[in-house]
C-alpha cells in the first residue's frame, strides 16, 4: 500500500477553493527532488482549509502563526506535513513578489495549470543561479542573508553579483534577528553536503562575523610546528575529514565502519543526529585557542587551557543560538575531551586501567569523541604527520571498540553502596563513592571477578585508607 499524496489530498480537500503550491516544495519538484513538506497559499479561509485537510487525511490541523494565519497540518505518522497560508497582498503575484529569491518565488495553481513565475525563477533553477526578489528581500527579513548561504550550499546554487552585495549589506543586522530563527538556518548550513561551501558564502556575505564571531576570530591564529594551518583554516579541515568519516568510515576506522556508521545516524537533539552535532563539535573543538595562545622562551606555540576553556566557550555559543541542553553538554564534553587520546598515544600499548580512566573522563561522548579526534588527528598535518596519524588511528580504533562496547554492554557492579555499608561497618558517605570507583575500575581490568573477591579487595582499600 502507497502512502497517500499530501499534494492530492490537500487539492481534494480544498475543492474550488484557489490555492496554489509555492516556496521550497514547488522549488524541489523541478529538480526532481522528492519533498514531504509543503507550503500551499490559499485565497480564502485558511482555517476551515486546514481542518478540512486534517479530516480527509485523518491527521493533526493547529495553527502555527496567528499573527500571519498559518495553519499546519500533520499526517498522524509524520510523514508529510502541509502549511497552509493566507495570500499576501491582492494577488498571488503580489504574495510572490514579497518572497526572498526567485527560486522560491514560483507559484502552481493546486487544480493545475503552468507554474506563475513572475521573476524567472525557474531559469535561474536551470542555470544554478541565486538571484533576490527585488531589492527590499534583506531589508524585509534579515535571516535571508544566512538562507542565501544555506540555498547556495544545499542546492549548489550561485549568488549573482547584486544579490550578494544586497546579502553584504544587511549580514550586520542578523544580530537582531531571533536566535532561534538563526540556529535553524544554521543548523541546515553546517549539516549540508556541501557544508563547507556554506560555511565559506556566510564569509562572503559577512555573516560569519555576526553569527558565529568565536569562529572568525579564529583566523591569523598560529600554531606550532605540527600544524600546517591557522586555527581556523584547520578548523575546517577538521570539519572536512569529519564529513569524510561520517560518509565513509572504513579508511579510517576499518572493521568498525559499519558500527561507526551506526552511531553517526543515531538521533541526538534539536533534529540532529550524532553525526551533525559531531560537526558542531568540530567547529567549536579549538574556539578558545585564541585566548589561550602563548610562546614559551624556546619559541613554542602553546595553547594550554584551550580544552576546558572551549568547552564553555561551545556551552556558551549554542547557549546564545538558544540550542538544547543536551546538544550543549554534548558538544562542550567533545571540546573537553579532544585532546585526551592524543596524549594517550604516548602511553600505547594501554592497560585495561589506562583504557577505563579513557572511558569515564569522556563518558557519554566516549565514541563520539575518538570519532572527533581522528578528525582532528587527519586534519593536522605539519612536522612528522604521517608518523602521528599512523599511531594515533592505531589506538583510536582500539579506543573506539571499548566505547562502543561500554556504551551497550558496561559492567554491572559486584557490589552495590549499601553492600559496603553493611559489609565493612562504614558510614554512608564520600568513602563509599570511592571505595565504588576503586572497585569499578579494579572490575574492568579483570582484577576482580566475584562478589567475593570485590569484597575482599573493599576491606584492603578500606583498611589502607
Same mark, same amino acid.
Given at each position: 500500500?502507497?502512502?497517500p499524496d499530501?499534494?492530492a489530498?490537500?487539492r481534494e480537500a480544498?475543492?474550488?477553493?484557489p490555492?496554489?503550491?509555492?516556496?521550497?516544495?514547488?522549488?524541489?519538484?523541478l529538480l526532481?527532488?522528492?519533498t514531504?513538506?509543503?507550503?500551499?497559499?490559499?485565497?480564502?479561509p485558511v482555517?476551515e482549509a486546514?481542518?478540512?485537510l486534517?479530516?480527509l487525511?485523518?491527521?493533526?490541523?493547529?495553527?502555527?502563526?496567528?499573527a500571519?494565519?498559518?495553519?499546519?497540518?500533520?499526517?498522524?505518522?509524520?510523514?508529510w506535513?502541509?502549511?497552509?497560508?493566507?495570500?499576501?497582498?491582492?494577488?498571488?503575484e503580489?504574495?510572490?513578489?514579497?518572497?526572498?529569491?526567485?527560486?522560491?518565488?514560483?507559484?502552481?495553481?493546486l487544480?493545475?495549470g503552468?507554474?506563475?513565475?513572475p521573476?524567472?525563477?525557474?531559469?535561474?533553477?536551470?542555470?544554478?543561479?541565486?538571484?533576490?526578489?527585488?531589492?527590499?528581500?534583506?531589508?524585509?527579513?534579515?535571516?535571508?542573508?544566512?538562507?542565501?548561504?544555506?540555498?547556495?550550499?544545499?542546492?549548489?546554487l550561485e549568488?549573482d553579483?547584486?544579490?550578494r552585495?544586497a546579502?553584504?549589506?544587511?549580514a550586520?543586522?542578523l544580530?537582531?534577528v531571533a536566535?532561534?530563527r538563526?540556529f535553524?538556518e544554521?543548523?541546515?548550513?553546517?549539516?549540508?553536503r556541501s557544508?563547507?561551501r556554506?560555511?565559506?558564502?556566510?564569509?562572503?556575505?559577512?555573516?560569519?562575523?555576526?553569527?558565529?564571531?568565536?569562529?572568525?576570530?579564529?583566523?591569523?591564529?598560529?600554531?606550532?610546528a605540527?600544524?600546517?594551518?591557522?586555527?581556523?583554516e584547520?578548523t575546517?579541515?577538521?570539519?572536512e575529514q569529519?564529513? $569524510? !568519516?561520517? %560518509?565513509?568510515?572504513?579508511p @579510517?576506522?576499518?572493521? =568498525?565502519a +559499519?558500527?561507526?556508521?551506526?552511531?553517526?545516524?543515531? &538521533?541526538l537533539?534539536?533534529?540532529?543526529?550524532?553525526?551533525?552535532?559531531?560537526?558542531?563539535?568540530?567547529l567549536?573543538h579549538?574556539?578558545a585557542?585564541p585566548?589561550?595562545?602563548?610562546v614559551?622562551?624556546?619559541?613554542?606555540?602553546?595553547?594550554?587551557?584551550?580544552?576546558?576553556?572551549?568547552?564553555?566557550?561551545?556551552?556558551?555559543?549554542?547557549g546564545r543560538l538558544r540550542a538544547?541542553?543536551r546538544l550543549?553538554?554534548?558538544?562542550?564534553a567533545?571540546?573537553?575531551?579532544?585532546?585526551?587520546l592524543?596524549f594517550?598515544v604516548?602511553?600505547?600499548?594501554?592497560?585495561?586501567r589506562?583504557?577505563?580512566?579513557?572511558l569515564?573522563?569522556?563518558?557519554?561522548?566516549?565514541?563520539?569523541?575518538?570519532i572527533?579526534?581522528?578528525a582532528?588527528?587527519l586534519?593536522?598535518r605539519?612536522?612528522?604527520?604521517e608518523e $602521528? !596519524?599512523s %599511531?594515533?588511528?592505531?589506538? @583510536?580504533?582500539?579506543? =573506539?571498540? +571499548?566505547?562502543?562496547?561500554?556504551r551497550?554492554e558496561? &559492567?554491572r557492579p559486584?557490589?552495590?553502596?549499601?553492600?559496603?555499608?553493611?559489609?565493612?561497618?562504614?558510614?554512608?558517605?564520600?568513602?563509599?563513592g570511592r571505595?565504588?570507583?576503586?572497585?569499578?575500575?579494579?572490575?574492568?581490568?579483570?582484577?576482580?571477578?566475584?562478589?567475593?573477591?570485590?569484597?575482599e579487595?573493599?576491606?584492603?582499600?578500606?583498611?589502607?585508607?
Amino acid at each position: 500500500m502507497t502512502d497517500p499524496d499530501p499534494l492530492a489530498l490537500a487539492r481534494e480537500a480544498l475543492g474550488s477553493t484557489p490555492a496554489w503550491l509555492v516556496g521550497g516544495a514547488l522549488r524541489d519538484r523541478l529538480l526532481g527532488r522528492p519533498t514531504d513538506d509543503l507550503d500551499v497559499v490559499v485565497d480564502g479561509p485558511v482555517k476551515e482549509a486546514a481542518r478540512a485537510l486534517g479530516r480527509l487525511a485523518r491527521a493533526a490541523a493547529f495553527p502555527l502563526s496567528d499573527a500571519f494565519g498559518v495553519w499546519r497540518v500533520v499526517a498522524h505518522d509524520h510523514a508529510w506535513q502541509v502549511d497552509l497560508l493566507p495570500v499576501n497582498g491582492p494577488s498571488i503575484e503580489e504574495d510572490l513578489a514579497a518572497r526572498d529569491f526567485t527560486v522560491n518565488a514560483i507559484a502552481e495553481p493546486l487544480d493545475g495549470g503552468e507554474p506563475i513565475d513572475p521573476f524567472g525563477g525557474r531559469e535561474d533553477l536551470a542555470a544554478g543561479r541565486l538571484r533576490m526578489v527585488s531589492a527590499h528581500a534583506f531589508a524585509a527579513d534579515p535571516l535571508r542573508v544566512l538562507r542565501a548561504a544555506r540555498l547556495a550550499c544545499e542546492f549548489h546554487l550561485e549568488p549573482d553579483r547584486e544579490t550578494r552585495a544586497a546579502a553584504a549589506a544587511h549580514a550586520q543586522v542578523l544580530g537582531r534577528v531571533a536566535p532561534e530563527r538563526v540556529f535553524a538556518e544554521l543548523k541546515r548550513i553546517v549539516g549540508a553536503r556541501s557544508a563547507l561551501r556554506g560555511l565559506n558564502e556566510m564569509d562572503r556575505l559577512g555573516a560569519t562575523r555576526v553569527v558565529l564571531p568565536e569562529l572568525d576570530a579564529l583566523r591569523g591564529v598560529q600554531q606550532s610546528a605540527y600544524h600546517h594551518l591557522d586555527v581556523y583554516e584547520h578548523t575546517l579541515a577538521v570539519l572536512e575529514q569529519a564529513i $569524510a !568519516i561520517e %560518509r565513509d568510515p572504513e579508511p @579510517a576506522f576499518g572493521p =568498525l565502519a +559499519e558500527d561507526v556508521a551506526r552511531l553517526l545516524s543515531e &538521533p541526538l537533539a534539536d533534529e540532529l543526529d550524532r553525526a551533525r552535532a559531531l560537526r558542531f563539535g568540530a567547529l567549536l573543538h579549538d574556539a578558545a585557542k585564541p585566548a589561550t595562545r602563548a610562546v614559551t622562551a624556546e619559541g613554542r606555540v602553546t595553547f594550554i587551557g584551550h580544552d576546558r576553556e572551549g568547552a564553555e566557550l561551545a556551552r556558551a555559543v549554542l547557549g546564545r543560538l538558544r540550542a538544547s541542553e543536551r546538544l550543549r553538554a554534548h558538544v562542550a564534553a567533545l571540546t573537553r575531551n579532544h585532546l585526551r587520546l592524543g596524549f594517550l598515544v604516548h602511553q600505547a600499548p594501554l592497560d585495561r586501567r589506562a583504557i577505563y580512566g579513557y572511558l569515564i573522563a569522556t563518558d557519554p561522548v566516549a565514541a563520539d569523541v575518538t570519532i572527533l579526534s581522528v578528525a582532528d588527528r587527519l586534519a593536522t598535518r605539519g612536522r612528522k604527520a604521517e608518523e $602521528a !596519524i599512523s %599511531r594515533h588511528i592505531v589506538l @583510536a580504533r582500539e579506543l =573506539l571498540a +571499548e566505547a562502543l562496547r561500554w556504551r551497550t554492554e558496561r &559492567p554491572r557492579p559486584l557490589l552495590r553502596g549499601d553492600d559496603l555499608v553493611a559489609e565493612l561497618g562504614i558510614d554512608a558517605g564520600p568513602e563509599v563513592g570511592r571505595l565504588l570507583s576503586q572497585l569499578a575500575e579494579a572490575q574492568f581490568a579483570g582484577d576482580v571477578i566475584t562478589r567475593d573477591e570485590a569484597l575482599e579487595f573493599a576491606r584492603r582499600l578500606a583498611r589502607c585508607s
